[in-house]
Protein backbone atom coordinates (compact mmCIF):
# COMPACT_ATOMS: atom_id res chain seq x y z
CA UNK A 1 0.00 0.00 0.00
CA UNK A 2 1.24 3.46 -1.27
CA UNK A 3 0.85 6.61 0.85
CA UNK A 4 1.22 10.35 0.99
CA UNK A 5 2.94 9.38 4.18
CA UNK A 6 5.26 7.18 2.45
CA UNK A 7 6.08 9.67 -0.22
CA UNK A 8 7.09 12.60 2.65
CA UNK A 9 9.28 9.64 4.09
CA UNK A 10 10.70 9.29 0.66
CA UNK A 11 11.40 13.01 0.86
CA UNK A 12 12.71 13.46 3.64
CA UNK A 13 15.02 10.39 3.41
CA UNK A 14 16.39 11.85 -0.06
CA UNK A 15 16.68 15.33 1.67
CA UNK A 16 19.18 14.26 4.33
CA UNK A 17 20.68 12.07 2.11
CA UNK A 18 21.49 15.03 0.00
CA UNK A 19 22.14 17.24 2.92
CA UNK A 20 24.61 14.58 4.12
CA UNK A 21 26.43 13.93 0.75
CA UNK A 22 26.82 18.23 0.57
CA UNK A 23 28.19 18.43 4.47
CA UNK A 24 30.99 15.99 3.35
CA UNK A 25 31.96 16.65 -0.21
CA UNK A 26 32.29 20.25 0.82
CA UNK A 27 34.18 19.73 3.85
CA UNK A 28 38.21 20.76 3.88
CA UNK A 29 40.83 21.35 6.26
CA UNK A 30 41.32 25.01 7.17
CA UNK A 31 45.42 25.58 7.94
CA UNK A 32 45.29 26.42 12.00
CA UNK A 33 46.77 30.00 11.35
CA UNK A 34 43.78 30.67 9.12
CA UNK A 35 41.36 29.81 11.64
CA UNK A 36 40.47 32.92 13.58
CA UNK A 37 37.65 34.21 16.76
CA UNK A 38 35.26 33.63 17.02
CA UNK A 39 35.68 30.13 17.90
CA UNK A 40 32.92 27.51 18.62
CA UNK A 41 31.02 28.74 22.11
CA UNK A 42 30.91 26.15 24.69
CA UNK A 43 27.44 24.94 23.42
CA UNK A 44 28.85 24.18 20.09
CA UNK A 45 31.77 22.58 21.31
CA UNK A 46 29.55 20.23 23.18
CA UNK A 47 27.72 19.64 19.94
CA UNK A 48 31.15 18.63 18.27
CA UNK A 49 32.17 16.38 20.71
CA UNK A 50 28.70 14.95 21.01
CA UNK A 51 29.15 14.03 17.46
CA UNK A 52 32.22 12.66 17.86
CA UNK A 53 30.87 10.71 20.48
CA UNK A 54 28.58 8.83 17.75
CA UNK A 55 31.23 6.66 16.01
CA UNK A 56 31.28 2.97 15.76
CA UNK A 57 32.87 1.48 18.66
CA UNK A 58 33.40 -2.21 18.97
CA UNK A 59 32.49 -3.20 22.53
CA UNK A 60 31.82 0.27 23.82
CA UNK A 61 35.31 0.51 25.17
CA UNK A 62 35.26 4.17 24.42
CA UNK A 63 38.65 4.12 23.60
CA UNK A 64 39.54 8.07 22.97
CA UNK A 65 39.53 11.31 24.66
CA UNK A 66 39.54 14.79 24.05
CA UNK A 67 41.71 17.20 26.30
CA UNK A 68 40.95 20.99 25.61
CA UNK A 69 44.10 23.52 25.78
CA UNK A 70 42.12 26.76 27.23
CA UNK A 71 43.83 29.95 26.46
CA UNK A 72 45.61 30.97 29.50
CA UNK A 73 47.45 27.02 28.86
CA UNK A 74 48.77 28.47 25.58
CA UNK A 75 51.91 30.29 27.14
CA UNK A 76 52.53 26.50 28.65
CA UNK A 77 52.04 25.17 25.40
CA UNK A 78 54.52 27.29 23.33
CA UNK A 79 57.11 26.33 26.36
CA UNK A 80 56.78 22.71 26.01
CA UNK A 81 56.85 22.89 22.10
CA UNK A 82 60.20 24.62 22.72
CA UNK A 83 61.55 22.37 24.97
CA UNK A 84 60.42 19.35 22.92
CA UNK A 85 62.08 21.37 20.07
CA UNK A 86 65.19 21.65 21.92
CA UNK A 87 64.92 17.88 23.16
CA UNK A 88 65.02 17.21 19.38
CA UNK A 89 67.98 19.41 18.83
CA UNK A 90 70.10 18.46 21.95
CA UNK A 91 71.99 15.96 19.90
CA UNK A 92 72.81 18.14 16.60
CA UNK A 93 74.68 20.89 15.52
CA UNK A 94 74.15 23.70 14.67
CA UNK A 95 71.59 24.13 18.39
CA UNK A 96 68.18 25.30 16.85
CA UNK A 97 67.77 28.81 15.84
CA UNK A 98 65.75 31.59 17.67
CA UNK A 99 63.79 31.50 14.43
CA UNK A 100 62.98 27.81 14.80
CA UNK A 101 61.48 28.09 18.20
CA UNK A 102 59.82 31.08 17.16
CA UNK A 103 58.13 28.84 14.90
CA UNK A 104 57.40 26.56 17.73
CA UNK A 105 56.25 29.07 19.97
CA UNK A 106 53.85 30.29 17.59
CA UNK A 107 51.92 27.02 16.79
CA UNK A 108 50.48 26.89 20.45
CA UNK A 109 48.71 30.30 19.81
CA UNK A 110 46.81 29.48 16.51
CA UNK A 111 43.03 28.69 16.40
CA UNK A 112 40.62 30.15 19.22
CA UNK A 113 39.72 25.87 19.86
CA UNK A 114 42.57 23.87 20.73
CA UNK A 115 42.15 19.73 21.60
CA UNK A 116 44.33 17.44 21.70
CA UNK A 117 42.80 13.70 20.57
CA UNK A 118 44.17 11.10 23.30
CA UNK A 119 44.04 7.20 21.79
CA UNK A 120 43.72 5.21 24.92
CA UNK A 121 44.95 1.16 24.82
CA UNK A 122 42.86 0.43 28.27
CA UNK A 123 40.11 -0.91 28.99
CA UNK A 124 42.01 -4.29 27.82
CA UNK A 125 40.10 -6.51 25.50
CA UNK A 126 41.95 -8.95 23.51
CA UNK A 127 38.99 -8.56 20.87
CA UNK A 128 39.82 -5.16 20.24
CA UNK A 129 43.24 -4.35 19.07
CA UNK A 130 44.57 -1.19 19.11
CA UNK A 131 43.78 -0.73 15.05
CA UNK A 132 40.28 -0.70 15.63
CA UNK A 133 40.41 1.78 18.62
CA UNK A 134 41.96 3.74 16.61
CA UNK A 135 39.65 3.40 13.61
CA UNK A 136 36.85 4.57 16.49
CA UNK A 137 39.04 7.59 17.13
CA UNK A 138 39.18 8.03 13.35
CA UNK A 139 35.61 8.25 13.00
CA UNK A 140 35.24 10.18 16.03
CA UNK A 141 37.25 12.92 14.64
CA UNK A 142 35.51 13.16 11.43
CA UNK A 143 32.50 13.29 13.08
CA UNK A 144 33.56 16.33 15.01
CA UNK A 145 34.98 18.08 11.49
CA UNK A 146 31.97 17.37 10.20
CA UNK A 147 29.95 18.75 12.90
CA UNK A 148 32.32 21.67 12.96
CA UNK A 149 31.93 22.47 9.25
CA UNK A 150 28.25 22.22 9.63
CA UNK A 151 28.05 24.85 12.16
CA UNK A 152 30.03 27.13 10.11
CA UNK A 153 33.54 26.62 11.19
CA UNK A 154 36.93 25.59 9.80
CA UNK A 155 38.77 22.77 11.72
CA UNK A 156 42.02 20.71 11.06
CA UNK A 157 43.81 17.98 12.73
CA UNK A 158 47.56 18.14 12.93
CA UNK A 159 50.43 16.46 14.73
CA UNK A 160 53.91 16.62 14.71
CA UNK A 161 57.20 15.42 16.21
CA UNK A 162 56.44 16.83 19.53
CA UNK A 163 53.29 15.45 19.89
CA UNK A 164 54.97 12.01 19.69
CA UNK A 165 57.81 12.82 21.71
CA UNK A 166 58.13 11.27 25.89
CA UNK A 167 57.90 14.44 26.96
CA UNK A 168 55.15 15.73 25.66
CA UNK A 169 52.99 12.46 27.43
CA UNK A 170 54.41 13.37 30.65
CA UNK A 171 53.50 17.20 30.70
CA UNK A 172 49.71 16.34 29.17
CA UNK A 173 49.82 13.43 32.29
CA UNK A 174 49.19 10.69 29.66
CA UNK A 175 48.47 7.38 31.32
CA UNK A 176 51.11 4.53 30.29
CA UNK A 177 48.30 2.87 27.83
CA UNK A 178 47.56 6.44 26.35
CA UNK A 179 49.31 7.78 23.14
CA UNK A 180 48.60 11.40 21.83
CA UNK A 181 47.77 11.18 18.05
CA UNK A 182 46.61 14.45 17.24
CA UNK A 183 45.66 18.34 17.82
CA UNK A 184 42.32 19.38 16.32
CA UNK A 185 41.97 23.26 16.16
CA UNK A 186 38.72 25.08 15.40
CA UNK A 187 37.77 28.23 14.46
CA UNK A 188 36.29 30.82 12.16
CA UNK A 189 37.62 30.01 8.52
CA UNK A 190 39.96 33.12 6.89
CA UNK A 191 40.68 31.28 3.81
CA UNK A 192 39.35 28.41 2.18
CA UNK A 193 41.67 25.66 0.84
CA UNK A 194 40.96 23.18 -1.35
CA UNK A 195 42.72 19.77 -1.59
CA UNK A 196 43.12 17.53 -4.02
CA UNK A 197 41.40 14.27 -3.40
CA UNK A 198 40.26 10.76 -5.05
CA UNK A 199 37.00 9.30 -5.61
CA UNK A 200 35.77 5.81 -5.94
CA UNK A 201 37.63 4.79 -8.58
CA UNK A 202 40.85 5.53 -6.44
CA UNK A 203 39.93 2.89 -3.68
CA UNK A 204 36.72 0.70 -4.36
CA UNK A 205 37.54 -3.48 -6.29
CA UNK A 206 35.98 -5.99 -6.31
CA UNK A 207 37.24 -9.34 -4.82
CA UNK A 208 37.67 -12.21 -7.05
CA UNK A 209 39.05 -14.87 -4.87
CA UNK A 210 37.96 -18.10 -3.85
CA UNK A 211 38.90 -19.96 -0.07
CA UNK A 212 42.64 -19.61 -0.26
CA UNK A 213 45.45 -21.98 0.92
C1 LIG B 1 45.93 12.21 12.52
C2 LIG B 1 46.25 13.24 11.46
C3 LIG B 1 47.28 14.13 11.65
C4 LIG B 1 47.58 15.08 10.68
N1 LIG B 1 48.63 15.95 10.88
C5 LIG B 1 48.91 16.87 9.93
C6 LIG B 1 49.98 17.80 10.12
O1 LIG B 1 50.67 17.80 11.14
N2 LIG B 1 50.22 18.70 9.15
C7 LIG B 1 49.47 18.73 8.00
O2 LIG B 1 49.73 19.58 7.14
N3 LIG B 1 48.44 17.88 7.80
C8 LIG B 1 48.14 16.94 8.73
N4 LIG B 1 47.12 16.06 8.53
C9 LIG B 1 46.32 16.15 7.31
C10 LIG B 1 45.28 17.27 7.39
O3 LIG B 1 44.57 17.23 8.62
C11 LIG B 1 44.24 17.15 6.24
O4 LIG B 1 43.47 16.01 6.40
C12 LIG B 1 44.88 17.13 4.88
O5 LIG B 1 45.61 18.32 4.71
C13 LIG B 1 43.86 16.99 3.76
O6 LIG B 1 43.00 18.09 3.77
P1 LIG B 1 41.42 17.91 3.70
O7 LIG B 1 40.99 17.49 5.09
O8 LIG B 1 40.93 19.24 3.28
O9 LIG B 1 41.12 16.85 2.69
C14 LIG B 1 46.80 15.13 9.49
C15 LIG B 1 45.75 14.23 9.32
C16 LIG B 1 45.48 13.30 10.27
C17 LIG B 1 44.35 12.32 10.04
Redesign the pocket.
Known amino acids: MHSDLDDDAGETDADLAGLVLALIGSR??VAPKRLLSPGPDAAQLQQMVDAAACAPDHRGLRPWRLIRIADHQRGALADLFEACLRDRAADHAPPVSDTDVAKSREKAHRAPVLLLAVLKAAPDDPEVPIIERAVTL?AALMNLLLAAHGLGFGA?????RAVRSARFARALALADDEQA??FVSIGTASQARR?A?GGAADYLTEWSGGPGT
Not at 156 to 160: K, N, Y
Open positions: HSGMLTSGVCSR
